[in-house]
């Protein structure tokens, strides 16, 4: 059964720093992309950044330079350590996967404060 289980959201004030963590199992960690994904409310969910399995990395424009993801292949965990947050940040933040499907994990709350 696979599972993604994120952590490490919640509220900060702006120009402050978290870092999510989003554990997998179930699943040939290594082979796959994994991405962080976040939606506002309102708002249509969006990519902020994804990893390949050789490490090869992409983020939105809204993050370049601030946030960071990295992956543990022997730990099965992918990271987005986001630092400098503004409060346009605030959203569910969710990390997911492509395999014969998408998969999704429940999301993790940040709220940035101004």
């Known amino acids: 059964q696979v599972q993604l289980v994120e952590s490490g959201g919640g509220l900060v004030q702006a120009g402050g720093s978290l870092r999510l963590s989003c554990a997998a199992s179930?699943?040939?960690?290594?082979?796959?992309?994994m991405g962080w994904h976040r939606q506002a409310p309102g708002k249509q969910r969006e990519l902020v950044a994804a990893?390949?399995?050789?490490?090869?990395?992409n983020y939105a424009d809204s993050v370049k330079g601030r946030f960071t993801i990295s992956r543990d292949k022997a730990k099965s965990t992918v990271y987005l350590q986001m630092n400098s947050l503004k409060p346009e940040d605030t959203a569910v933040y969710y990390c997911?996967?492509?395999?014969?499907?998408?998969?999704w994990g429940q999301g993790t709350q940040v709220t940035v404060s101004s």
């Open positions: 179930g699943i040939i960690f290594s082979f796959y992309t």
């Open positions: 997911a996967f492509t395999s014969v499907r998408d998969y």
């Open positions: 990893i390949t399995s050789g490490g090869s990395t």
